[in-house]
């Protein structure tokens, strides 16, 4: 149960790093030099291209980590002898779950654009 | 298919999507290097250039080669202005100036974005241009990443540029319309008619 509760969680939170850095990339279109520096020219273009579609990207972001969460912090009762024991997923799994949270809001909250 | 299982290919389509879009546009802005001028002291050179084509309905683009915004601007512009009019009467003029830390090194890139004939690139290396628009549009800020529209009676007679007869920009904190390319097609159009 653990196990499959892990599972999910991570792939949770690579998905929603995944739609988070989709997002982090439209958002740095257009605050200043050092993104055309990191991205390139097509890099910025594109990022430009996907900034109309960072609300919904965030938007799957949240999604993603909702189910991540419910998955690692449900409690399942697993019976043994005939005794039910609560389990959860591991402290690396919820770890990591709160570690993209708090960058998908940073992300989030970044201004979309800097000039 | 348990709910574990979809989620893991949910993750891996996300994953692949973003490594596509890495790939094809990491690469660099597709389409030949068209050649550029500098726009000459005073914009003189851009100047002779825009009373030359007197009679023509002109577009005056003040874009920076490092900005996304207004790379997609440029962009925009060949896809939905110059793509969908072919009037030979309609002349661009491609201006890009250094902000946002650009560089004359990066206009080649650049100019990917407007392959069209009837467009000339210019560099504003002193950014005369973008101080001359900034007291014509009253930005009270640079003129950059604005898009201008001249009829065919529009002439430049003195050291600065004249009023456009519609613009658009891309710009924050600026009143006025923001590009919407097919909207200044459709103004274009109403010119070239």
Not at chain 2, 25 to 38: C, D, E, K, S, V
Request: glycine letters at 10%.
């Amino acid at each position: 149960m653990t196990r499959q509760a892990g599972r999910t969680a991570i792939a949770s939170v690579i998905g929603a790093l995944g739609a988070a850095g989709t997002s982090l990339m439209a958002t740095l279109c257009c605050v200043g030099p050092a993104a055309y520096t990191v991205l390139g020219a097509g890099g910025a273009l594109a990022a430009a291209r996907l900034q109309p579609w960072r609300p919904a990207i965030l938007a799957a972001s949240a999604v993603f980590l909702a189910l991540g969460f419910w998955s690692a912090y449900r409690r399942r009762a697993v019976t043994i002898d005939g005794q039910a024991c609560p389990v959860k997923a591991s402290r690396t799994v919820r770890t990591t779950l709160w570690a993209a949270a708090v960058l998908t809001v940073a992300i989030a909250l970044l201004p979309p654009v800097l000039r | 298919m348990n709910r574990s299982r979809l989620l893991w290919i949910a993750a891996a389509i996300v994953a692949a999507t973003g490594l596509a879009i890495g790939a094809v546009y990491l690469r660099g802005i597709p389409g030949p290097t068209r050649p550029h001028q500098a726009a000459g002291a005073d914009a003189s050179t851009l100047r002779e250039a825009f009373n030359a084509d007197a009679g023509k309905v002109r577009i005056i683009a003040l874009v920076s080669p490092t900005c996304g915004a207004c790379l997609r601007g440029a962009s925009d512009l060949q896809n939905r202005v110059f793509g969908t009019i072919s009037d030979p009467s309609l002349r661009g003029y491609i201006v890009w100036v250094p902000k946002l830390d650009g560089h004359e090194n990066n206009v080649g890139e650049a100019t990917h974005t407007i392959a069209d004939p009837r467009a000339t690139h210019y560099w504003d290396g002193d950014s005369y241009l973008v101080r001359s628009y900034n007291q014509i549009l009253q930005l009270g800020q640079d003129a950059w990443d604005v898009y201008l529209l001249y009829g065919p009676d529009a002439r430049w007679d003195g050291p600065n540029p004249p009023q456009p007869q519609y613009w658009m920009h891309q710009l924050t904190g600026v009143t006025g319309p923001a590009l919407d390319a097919n909207a200044f097609a459709d103004h274009a159009r109403a010119l070239l008619d």
